[in-house]
């Protein structure tokens, strides 16, 4: 019997990083882990997810699971949530986990927990129990399941270390039947629109430099990536940046961005509200440039230097290009 059911995702052909970061999650539990994708011609991912440590991997295929509706992994999820009744479900805070978990569990009348960032069990009752920001990022909410399920949960990336892959353990791989018919999808997938990428993406950068509102303006920014690109890394920014229009919304970190733990953190201008902490809590080591001594970045840096990022980043850079040469 699965006891916790994680929803793997494919991406580009390959199994996505969030499906061994559930996994992960799903190991400090107590149960039984399976683990689903839903799709078609499954016959290499499966190999790739059979040794993440789930004890069963499930290959739900079919034609319309072809990326191109939601509605058609609404319907295959729900299906196999129905036959596998698993007592926790895991799903990853993606564009597919988010637009496919809540409804699942509407359909199932099961509890659901958005954007969860640690999961446990209470010691007292062994209820299981999930932490999530609330107010902007400003607080952190414990909330506690019912001890009977479905109880789904979304987990935020980049909070749980992915599963340790383990040649030697191969997981059952078993197919579950679903029927997904053209009347099951109401969404008309009219486009595709790909967004190029230069470099590494900032979700996988060891090394991340940040500019934010002490910047000033859209300029500044390249000398970020000039410097970014000579320690191999990628560039962010804070809400407050993006939302000038000095640089794209990709290039978010935070709470409403994106989530990020790089080895090397380095932000310039920025002041360290909570939201944008959220998403950078992961950092190993953070070095701030800011003017503002009581700025509350200073509170999470490793390293930190009081002054005008003007006088200090074009000696930061000048003194690295050295170093590489």
């Known amino acids: 019997m699965i006891e916790i059911l994680v929803l793997g995702e494919i991406e580009n052909g390959e199994i996505a990083p969030i499906t061994g970061e559930l996994?992960?999650?799903?190991?400090?539990?107590?149960?039984?882990?399976?683990?689903?994708?839903l799709g078609k011609?499954?016959?290499?991912?499966?190999?790739?997810?059979?040794?993440?440590?789930?004890?069963?991997?499930?290959?739900?295929?079919n034609e319309?699971?072809?990326g191109s509706s939601?509605?058609?992994?609404?319907?295959?999820?729900?299906?196999?949530?129905?036959?596998?009744?698993?007592?926790?479900?895991?799903?990853?805070?993606?564009?597919?986990?988010?637009?496919?978990?809540?409804?699942?569990?509407?359909?199932?009348?099961?509890?659901v927990a958005q954007d969860c960032i640690e999961i446990g069990h209470?010691?007292?009752?062994?209820?299981?129990?999930?932490?999530?920001?609330?107010?902007?990022?400003?607080?952190?909410?414990k909330v506690m399941f019912?001890?009977?399920?479905?109880?789904?949960?979304?987990?935020?990336?980049?909070?749980?270390?992915?599963?340790?892959?383990?040649?030697?353990?191969?997981?059952?791989?078993?197919d579950i039947d679903v029927e997904v018919t053209q009347g099951d999808i109401r969404v008309r997938h009219v486009e595709s629109v790909a967004q190029d990428v230069e470099g590494i993406r900032l979700e996988d950068a060891t090394i991340?430099?940040?500019?934010?509102?002490?910047?000033?303006?859209?300029?500044?920014f390249e000398s970020l990536h000039e410097l970014a690109a000579l320690l191999g890394g990628s560039v962010g920014a804070s809400r407050a940046a993006c939302d000038a229009g000095w640089v794209d919304h990709s290039y978010q970190?935070?709470?409403?961005?994106?989530?990020?733990?790089?080895?090397?953190?380095?932000t310039i201008g920025i002041s360290g509200a909570s939201q944008h902490m959220a998403g950078c809590s992961g950092a190993r080591n953070i070095v701030v440039v800011n003017k503002d001594s009581e700025a509350n970045i200073f509170k999470d840096a490793t390293y930190g230097v009081v002054g005008d990022w003007n006088k200090i980043l074009p000696a930061f850079i000048e003194t690295v290009r050295e170093l590489i040469d």
Do not use: W
């Open 23 to 37: 996994v992960g999650a799903a190991e400090n539990l107590n149960g039984t882990v399976g683990l689903v994708l």
């Open 41 to 61: 011609g499954l016959s290499s991912q499966a190999q790739s997810a059979a040794i993440l440590g789930a004890k069963q991997v499930f290959l739900a295929e």
């Open 64 to 66: 319309f699971l072809d």
């Open 70 to 111: 939601i509605d058609a992994y609404v319907e295959a999820f729900s299906q196999v949530c129905s036959q596998l009744q698993p007592k926790i479900i895991l799903v990853g805070k993606t564009f597919l986990g988010q637009n496919v978990g809540p409804r699942v569990a509407f359909r199932l009348n099961a509890v």
């Open 122 to 141: 209470d010691m007292a009752t062994g209820n299981l129990v999930a932490t999530r920001p609330v107010y902007g990022g400003n607080a952190l909410a």
């Open 146 to 174: 019912p001890n009977v399920g479905p109880n789904f949960i979304i987990v935020r990336g980049r909070v749980y270390e992915p599963a340790i892959i383990d040649e030697s353990h191969v997981a059952e791989i078993t």
């Open 208 to 220: 991340v430099v940040a500019g934010g509102r002490g910047l000033g303006g859209p300029e500044p």
């Open 253 to 266: 970190v935070g709470l409403t961005g994106k989530t990020i733990t790089p080895e090397l953190y380095i």
